[in-house]
């Protein structure tokens, strides 16, 4: 939490984001650690829900199924607990993928925002790859749109 302290000190007047995963930490340590994070940065916080780190390389509902998890989590132990936490941001992360706003709604899970890594690079690489990417208007076409059906997927879900 010194670090914490640190990271909000040093953006006073901007929001700061902190990443939780469970690998190291018990549901009631997250929420825990949740709770002393916003005694430091008030209602400047987000909370980034990392279900499983750098892992959206597949596309499937078991790769987003912990992002969504850790989210359930932050919500049923926190958010609808505590009345200071109600308008906590969580954004969703670690292995999040096409599915994940999908299975979000499905369970209930009031999100903001879903922050796409692997996944996204995964489904453009083709196109990054490509030499002439910035002068191939077709090429560079073709990648926006991929992003951008990705991106509508997404946001059609989101709370």
């Not at 007047?13 to 018990?26: A, F, G, K």
Request: glycine residues 6%; negative net charge.
């Amino acid at each position: 939490m010194e670090e914490w302290q640190v990271v909000s000190d040093s953006q006073p007047n901007n929001y700061v984001s902190m990443c939780l995963d469970r690998y190291h930490l018990t549901n009631h340590h997250l929420i825990e650690r949740i709770r002393m994070a916003k005694e430091i940065a008030g209602d400047r916080l987000i909370i980034q829900a990392d279900g499983v780190p750098m892992s959206g390389g597949s596309d499937d509902l078991n790769t987003t199924l912990q992002a969504v998890a850790i989210a359930d989590v932050i919500q049923k132990d926190l958010i609808e607990k505590d009345k200071k936490f109600k308008n906590l941001p969580i954004l969703l992360s670690g292995g999040t993928n096409s599915f994940t706003g999908q299975l979000a709604n499905s369970a209930n899970i009031k999100f903001s925002g879903i922050s796409m890594g692997t996944h996204a690079r995964k489904i453009v690489k083709e196109f990054i790859d490509h030499q002439a990417l910035e002068t191939d208007l077709d090429a560079l076409a073709s990648s926006i749109r991929i992003a951008k059906e990705l991106v509508n997927r997404s946001v059609r879900h989101a709370a």
